[in-house]
Each structure stands twice: as C-alpha cells, then as structure tokens.
C-alpha cells in the first residue's frame, strides 16, 4: 500500500471518528455508557471476524503467548477508553469532548518522555505546554473562576482521563505487534472481543430492562454506525497507518477529528461554537503538532524510538 494511499484512509478514519461523536452524542440519551461499549463492539465482532478468518485463514487464532498481552490492550484502549469517552459524553458537548481527544499525541509523546526517556526538545516542551493551555481553557470556558473552586464539567475532565488511557494503548500497541508479529487485523479484533466479554458485568449492573423497553431505531443506528465505521473500519485503518508510517505521522491525522466534529455538531446536534472555542481548537492543534513532529536532525533515532513503536484513537 503506498503511503498517499495511508494518507487517505487516514482521513476516511479521523472522518468516521468524528461521526462518533456525533452520534454516540445522540445514543447516550438512551443508552448508559457500559452498554454502548458492549453493543458498539458486540456488533462489530461479527464483521471483523468475518474479515480475520477470509484474510488470514490458517492464522486467525491467537497463540497462548499472545493472549496475555491481547488482553491488556482490550481492557486498556477499548473497555477503559470508550466506557469514559460516553460517559463524558452525559456532561459535555461533542465538540469538548473531540477537542479534548485530540490531545492524544501530545498525552501519548510526553508519556514517551516520562517512560522511555524519549529526548524532551524545547520545541517539544512548547506545543505540550501550548496543548495543556488549550484544554485548560475549553475546560474551563475561559472563567477563571472556575480554577479558584475547582469545579470543572465532569465530561470534560471525564474525557481527559480516557485519553490517558488511550496513550498508554498507543504506547504499547505497535510494540507488542512487533514482538508477536501480530497483525493489525488480528490486534483489532481480539481486543474487540476482550472489550466486549469485560463489558458483560457492567451491563448487568447497568439494568438493562430500566432502559431496553424505551430504545428506538435511532438509537440503535448510532450504534450500528460506531460499530462498522468508527470501530471497525476505524480501527483497521488506523493499525494499518501505524505499521506503514509509524505513529507519529499517524497520530497527526486525530486534528482532523475536531475540525469534521466541530462542522457536524453545528449542523446535527444545532451546538454552539464561539471564536473563543476557536482559538482553544487551534491551540490544542498546533500544540499537537509541534509535540508530534519528528525531530529533523534525529530522524533515524525518532523512527527507532520507543514511541516511533507507539499508536495514536480516536
């Protein structure tokens, strides 16, 4: 696959993200957040199974080896992430919540930093410091007085705490495709399947005969609509990029989640969107930017790097 090729796939993925907020916007009006994990993934099963057996017919199995580190990614970028991002998704706006994650280069490199003892440039130091000012700032909505009492949206800070789970996935993903010579394929439906077997307790706990009765055909559309585009072609598009291209370059693609959500949440959801939330998005985006870049004169030691190893969400 050539790399323009990468690039425009990777577009179709921040696209198909962006409509997963949008529309997971819609189905947390009628579903809790552990069941929308397990019935986005539980939909999605079926056709990445179907795409695992026909591509890879006589290595579809995991070995014994690989099931313990299959089982940490699913728990940690799957199960963990998507049950925050809808719950944030009951106490903010779409358009926060994509915003908030797309700081997931800049979490994933300064994770890269503090584990890996990847080189801390100047450069590198300014967009995390001018990614954290942008979020602090769609946090807070420019009100000062929301730091003095501490009181920030629960979506908002909700949904930070999901990207920091997810950049611990990035960190580890590519690596332990690496050291098992799993496929992306292969990564993205064994962590499918462990997401929705720890889903299952949740689910009960959530009481699924309080809400079931009142669902509609709409809020089952939302799902099915994360399940194909947002998880399962999302999901491959993006694992595939990060084995051609490696993560960084991959990672820079999540700024166009908030640019596609920002247009779909005034047309779909009628949010509002101010020049003030203007200038946090750009802030987040070149911080993103300015923290992802390779370094040009290490270019040879970035692509070797630990976090050259990582993957980027959504």
């Known amino acids: 696959m050539s ?9 179709l993925a921040a696209l198909f993200w962006s409509g997963a907020f949008i529309t997971g916007k819609m189905a947390v009006l009628q579903f809790p957040a552990f069941a929308l994990t397990f019935w986005r993934f539980f939909f ?8 695992l057996y026909i591509r890879q017919p006589g290595n579809w199995l995991p070995k ?4 313990p580190p299959l089982i940490f990614l ?5 199960f963990l992430y998507h049950g925050l991002f809808f ?4 106490y903010t706006t779409a358009i926060n919540s994509s915003l908030i994650g797309s700081t997931n280069p800049m979490v994933t490199a300064l994770l890269a930093i503090l584990l890996f003892h990847e080189k801390f440039t100047p450069s590198r130091a300014a967009g995390i410091l001018l990614s954290f000012l942008g979020v602090f700032l769609t946090v807070t909505n420019g009100n000062w007085s929301e730091v003095a009492r501490l009181h920030f949206n629960t979506g908002d800070i909700i949904m930070f705490v999901a990207v920091w789970c997810f950049a611990f996935y990035s960190l580890f993903s590519r690596r332990i495709m690496q050291k098992y010579q799993l496929s992306p394929l292969t990564v993205t439906a ?3 399947l462990v997401c929705t077997i720890v889903s299952i307790p949740f689910v009960l706990w959530e009481k699924p005969m309080t809400y079931l009765p009142y669902t ?3 809020g089952w559309l939302s799902i099915l609509y994360m399940s194909i585009f947002a998880s399962v072609l999302g999901y491959l598009f993006q694992l595939t990029a990060i084995q051609k291209i490696g993560a960084p370059k991959t990672a820079i693609f999540i700024n166009l989640v908030p640019v596609f959500t920002i247009v779909f949440s005034i047309l779909i959801l009628g949010e509002t969107f101010s020049w003030f939330k203007f200038m946090s998005a750009c802030m987040i985006i070149t911080g993103v930017y300015i923290t992802s870049r390779p370094e040009s004169n290490a270019s040879k030691r970035v692509t070797n790097s630990p976090e050259a190893l990582s993957t980027s969400n959504r």
């Open 3 to 11: 790399n323009n090729r990468v690039y425009f796939i990777m577009v």
């Open 44 to 51: 999605a099963l079926p056709f990445i199974f179907l795409i």
């Open 64 to 67: 014994k080896e690989e099931w």
């Open 74 to 78: 699913g728990i940690q970028g799957t």
């Open 87 to 90: 719950l944030s998704l009951k």
């Open 190 to 192: 064994y962590t499918f």
């Open 216 to 218: 509609t055909t709409g």
